[in-house]
């Protein structure tokens, strides 16, 4: 989330000292970073410099360069707004992290980022940098959007841009057509193994990323022997990360200046519970990240599935009802009567029936940390920015946890109210009347369906379970799931969800 570069955040504060190499002496001791900026040479190109990126795989990487040693600094690079790149490169790509909880805090800065680019800027720079042969691991956290995959079918979805990203010489646009082009500079240059690595919420991520990768070259009608090399050279791991991390706000910058003593306009807030599982397929070497506790395996998927459906899909379930409520925050939503007991419903009696979790695991504990992580007032994550691209993160979240079901002949309730309640916000309206901003890139469609049918439970049903690029049809044409879904719409537009809740539970 980006960070609007302004005036000393701290309270009566009317200027003084940022954050820089020059100012690292004023910072007190146990903040200050394990490396400096520019002592490392760079290793990595990070495509997406949000709040995420920055408190959990800059973090990791800091941490495994500081314990094991290895020229894995990081480039990151902005594929759109400049708001974070330019406070980042004011500060020498230095930026601190304040780990927040209800028992108190703690704030570091973190050194691990070489450098800072900005995309649309000088997109040929950024195509140099992928071919660089010194660069041998690139990461993504670039949203479900930006991949433009269908996220029902995977089929990668090119519009003008990324057309002609794909078949004309002009400067790349697009992430896909980004990476296209470094990857084609790369093999024509016979400039060393890579590992694309996706760390986006997405289902299979490094799957998906190899096919939209692999899409490309055959939409860019790519020649056969440098087609041949990217798909002899380059990898594409699959990881689970998992931190929570809510959008900076002023209240996150006056807490890094008060704690370091400079002003910090790149800071951002996380929990302290971190996670990062990652396969093992780096053809060109990687960072220690086990000496900084991630989670090194020959398979994520069944981490994957756990963290998507469970953690993820509460995380949405709590969002969207706890919006229409009139919640501001996931912490505030949970204390609506009976929703955890509603969410724990949820878990038990469908997440765990949908998946096998990896050995060991039980998926109810992980559901009771989760719910536990988020009540924590410390970390202040709105309902409106989980909320955000619902249309993208509903299907890997609660709708595969729901063909699963089905496909096993078993019924589905709760899960229902899921949906029901994403369709319920999709609406725009709270249940007090407050308006709910719909911030989805299928934004103008979905009100476009809702406004051609009767503005009923059955009639919104009807009109977002049309939707192709959310629903699969073995859902849309499932009539106990409709069943279960325009019940509960009713249910929601009746007693709200107060009400609904204290019914249901």
Not at 91 to 100: P, Y
Not at 279 to 291: L, S
Not at 300 to 308: F, G, Q, S, T
Request: aromatic share 4%; charged share 20%.
């Amino acid at each position: 989330m980006a960070v609007s570069v302004g005036p000393d955040p701290r309270p009566g504060g009317t200027g003084g000292a940022r954050l820089a190499l020059a100012t690292l002496p004023r910072i007190p001791a146990a903040s200050r970073p394990l490396l400096r900026p520019g002592d490392v040479p760079a290793g990595i190109v990070h495509l997406g410099l949000g709040a995420f990126h920055r408190a959990h795989q800059a973090v990791y990487t800091e941490a495994a360069m500081a314990a094991a040693g290895g020229d894995w600094a990081i480039v990151g690079v902005a594929p759109r707004s400049r708001a974070v790149l330019d406070a980042l490169a004011a500060q020498d790509g230095l930026f601190s992290v304040t780990t927040a909880a209800a028992a108190g805090g703690h704030t570091r800065v973190v050194g691990s980022l070489a450098a800072v680019r900005h995309a649309p800027a000088d997109p040929a720079a950024v195509v140099r940098l992928l071919a660089d042969p010194a660069i041998r691991v690139v990461t993504l956290t670039v949203t479900e959007k930006a991949y433009q995959l269908d996220p029902v079918s995977g089929r990668l979805r090119p519009d003008p841009d990324l057309a002609a990203d794909l078949t004309t010489d002009r400067p790349p646009v697009t992430v896909p057509g980004l990476l296209l082009r470094g990857l084609l500079a790369r093999a024509a240059a016979d400039g060393g193994p890579l590992a694309l690595v996706s760390c986006d919420n997405l289902p299979a991520n490094g799957r998906r990323l190899a096919g939209m990768v692999d899409q490309a070259i055959g939409y860019a009608r790519t020649p056969d022997r440098l087609a041949e090399w990217i798909r002899r050279r380059v990898t594409f791991p699959g990881t689970m990360v998992d931190r929570i991390v809510p959008a900076s706000t002023p209240v996150t910058l006056a807490t890094a200046a008060r704690a370091l003593g400079v002003r910090d306009l790149a800071a951002v807030t996380a929990e302290p519970y971190r996670q990062w599982v990652i396969e093992d397929v780096f053809p060109g070497g990687r960072p220690a990240w086990e000496r900084a506790g991630a989670v090194l395996t020959t398979d994520v998927r069944p981490w994957e599935l756990l963290k998507l459906r469970t953690l993820n899909g509460l995380h949405s379930a709590v969002a969207y009802l706890g919006a229409l409520a009139g919640r501001e925050t996931i912490a505030d939503a949970l204390a609506l009567p009976h929703l955890t007991t509603v969410l724990r419903r949820l878990v038990a009696e469908e997440v765990a029936a949908s998946f096998r979790p990896p050995e060991g695991i039980s998926v109810v504990d992980y559901g009771e940390q989760a719910l536990g992580r988020f009540t924590d007032p410390a970390i202040r994550h709105r309902t409106a920015q989980v909320a955000m691209d619902g249309s993208q993160k509903l299907p890997q979240r609660v709708l595969h946890t729901i063909i699963d079901l089905r496909a096993a002949g078993r019924p589905v309730d709760w899960a229902a109210l899921v949906v029901a309640a994403w369709m319920r916000y999709a609406r725009g309206r709270a249940d007090d009347g407050a308006v709910l901003s719909l911030d989805d890139p299928l934004a103008d469609r979905i009100r476009a369906r809702l406004a051609a049918v009767p503005d009923t439970p059955a009639g919104v049903a009807e009109a977002l379970f049309g939707l192709a690029e959310v629903f699969p049809p073995e859902l849309a044409g499932d009539d106990l799931l409709r069943a279960a879904v325009t019940g509960w719409l009713t249910e929601l537009d009746r007693h709200g969800v107060a009400g609904t809740l204290a019914r249901a539970a």
